[in-house]
């Protein structure tokens, strides 16, 4: 069987925010290390008013570009996403802005798309064993924040 092997640099990250500047820090952080080998990160803000722009750019990493849409929609920000990914682009994968993943994430992903040629799209979820999330307070940490 002749797969065609596809490679972290060949993925391109959507991830849509709305003044959730310090939820988007945590899920950028959770996979920084991969984010040089990344083929890119598209940070697509949805007219926040707090300092997403401010802390995007501060990081002043090439690999990480900030798009700021004046449609504060979900599904036409990834869309959003999809225009702006590189042209070299071979998978996109959509991350909500108040995730956590695991350090072997991207690298299932590829491995679905390595193994399964009639694969056209993985989804899933993470949830960490050694986390306990209050439910409400979540809840409303999110409404508040």
């Given at each position: 069987?002749?797969?065609?092997?596809?490679?972290?640099?060949?993925?391109?990250?959507?991830?849509?925010?709305?003044?959730?500047?310090?939820?988007?820090?945590?899920?950028?952080?959770?996979?920084?290390?991969?984010?040089?080998?990344?083929?890119?990160?598209?940070?697509?803000?949805?007219s926040s008013t707090d300092i997403t722009e401010?802390?995007?750019?501060?990081?002043?990493?090439?690999?990480?570009?900030?798009?700021?849409?004046?449609?504060?929609?979900?599904?036409?920000?990834?869309?959003?996403?999809?225009?702006?990914?590189?042209?070299?682009?071979?998978?996109?994968?959509?991350?909500?802005?108040?995730?956590?993943?695991?350090?072997?994430?991207?690298?299932?992903?590829?491995?679905?798309?390595?193994?399964?040629?009639?694969?056209?799209?993985?989804?899933?979820?993470?949830?960490?064993?050694?986390?306990?999330?209050?439910?409400?307070?979540?809840?409303?940490?999110?409404?508040?924040?």
């Open positions: 069987m002749n797969l065609k092997k596809y490679e972290l640099k060949d993925i391109s990250v959507v991830i849509v925010t709305y003044n959730r500047k310090q939820d988007l820090d945590i899920a950028i952080n959770s996979f920084k290390d991969k984010i040089k080998k990344l083929g890119e990160v598209l940070i697509i803000d949805n401010k802390f995007i750019k501060n990081l002043k990493n090439s690999n990480i570009k900030y798009v700021r849409s004046k449609v504060n929609s979900l599904t036409i920000s990834r869309n959003v996403g999809v225009v702006k990914s590189s042209k070299k682009t071979k998978i996109v994968t959509f991350l909500d802005d108040d995730i956590s993943l695991n350090k072997d994430y991207f690298e299932n992903i590829l491995d679905v798309f390595n193994n399964h040629k009639e694969a056209v799209g993985v989804s899933g979820y993470y949830f960490p064993k050694d986390k306990k999330i209050n439910g409400l307070e979540n809840i409303l940490r999110k409404l508040v924040l």
